[in-house]
Nanobody, 121 residues
């Protein structure tokens, strides 16, 4: 059973920075893609950043240029550097770790419990 644990959330002023970390453990095979989603209060969960095992990253327009995702494959760890934070970035941030597709092409995704990020003065 894969366990995913996030850390690094907290309270920050607008314009500030935070760095989130996420470790996936317990897998007997290499972790494939990893990424971050967030769920603002009263809204649905939305993609923040995604990175594959080769290091190719994708971001939605809302965070592109401000957030940077990176990973350490040897440690099954993914990071999210968040700069120029805005009040609308306030949300619970969830990390996910994907196993490689099985023979049927299905991907098993594991989620962390989430970490709160609050951007407020």
């Amino acid at each position: 059973q894969v366990q995913v644990v996030e850390s690094g959330g907290g309270l920050v002023q607008p314009g500030g920075s935070l760095r989130l970390s996420c470790v996936a453990s317990g897998s007997s095979i290499s972790i494939d893609a990893m990424g971050w989603y967030r769920q603002p209060p009263g809204n649905e969960r939305e993609l923040v950043a995604y990175i594959d095992r080769a290091g190719h990253a994708n971001y939605p327009r809302a965070v592109k240029g401000r957030f940077t995702i990176s990973r350490d494959n040897a440690k099954n760890t993914v990071y999210l550097q968040m700069n120029s934070l805005k009040p609308e970035d306030t949300a619970v941030y969830y990390c996910h770790a994907d196993l490689p597709p099985d023979d049927l092409g299905q991907v098993l995704t594991y989620w962390g419990q989430g970490t709160q990020v609050t951007v407020s003065s």
